[in-house]
């Protein structure tokens, strides 16, 4: 059951998602100071003891992200910038409320895309309107051949554009999964070489153990070798005096 705190979150977002699909003029300041208690909402959330599991955790923070991000996008005075910048927006996977057939920043990506590919249009025909000249279907005028041929190379320029950026953003996913798998290969190798050194580490370390018992072992022997030697050689020392005197006593010197 989700706590408190987290219901408060779920409706403050949805908040937020309902009035970013919304035309807003350049006055309105409710939406980022809704997105800023977001934020606020989503550190508290993490630290609260009844926090959502992690895969919620994160898909909130990819919502409250991709709201950011459009607020700052939005910010931005080149038509061009502001279509790059929506490029790059990730939207949420699944819907913030039960009601919901798609989640809402997917829809309100797909309107911000269509608004500025329309802002970069207009800038590039010069065929810039007011609001109230746009709102008005009935008094629109039909353009002109050459205006609606270059209006089909316009669209088809931004259709290369469009499936250029499509085409680098592959190739830069394929190079992350690539570096991906590199740098997964490059672990499994340096694991197996720590494995080695530590099997290598253990062997030495049991062969010094090995070799510290054989040099005690030798030197024990090495010193019973010296104790006989020296018994031997008192032995043989006591042995000669003894012949001697008796000699000595046997055999008297001559006069």
């Known amino acids: 059951m989700a706590s ?14 309902t009035m970013a699909s919304e035309k807003r003029g350049e006055a309105e300041w409710r939406l980022e100071k809704y997105v800023a208690a977001l934020v606020d909402m989503l550190v508290a959330l993490r630290k609260s003891p009844s926090k959502p599991t992690q895969e919620i955790l994160t898909e909130y923070t990819r919502k409250v992200d991709f ?6 996008a939005e910010k931005l005075t080149s038509p061009t910038e502001k279509a790059l910048a929506n490029q790059f927006l990730a939207p949420g996977r699944t819907p913030t409320i039960a009601n919901e057939r798609m989640p809402a920043t997917k829809t309100v990506h797909i309107q911000s895309k269509a608004r500025c590919t329309g802002e970069m249009r207009d800038e590039l025909l010069g065929t810039r309107t007011s609001g109230k000249a746009d709102g008005d279907l009935r ?10 041929q270059s209006a ?85 020392v006591s042995f000669t005096f003894i012949s001697m005197i008796l000699f000595i006593r046997i055999f008297p010197r001559l006069r």
């Open 67 to 72: 709201l950011k991000g459009l607020l700052e």
């Open 139 to 148: 008094n629109r005028r039909v353009l002109p051949l050459d205006e609606r």
């Open 4 to 17: 408190r705190l987290e219901i408060n979150f779920i409706r403050l977002l949805s908040r937020c998602e």
């Open 152 to 236: 089909a190379e316009l669209d088809a320029v931004l259709q290369h554009h469009h499936n250029l950026q499509e085409k680098l953003a592959e190739d830069m996913l394929n190079l992350a999964r690539n570096l991906k798998n590199n740098t997964l290969a490059a672990q499994n190798i340096i694991k197996q070489d720590n494995q080695t050194l530590s099997q290598s580490m253990r062997q030495a370390d049991l062969n010094f153990e090995k070799l510290k018992t054989e040099s005690e072992r030798l030197e024990q022997h090495t010193k019973k070798s010296v104790n006989w030697l020296l018994w031997l050689m008192l032995i043989l």
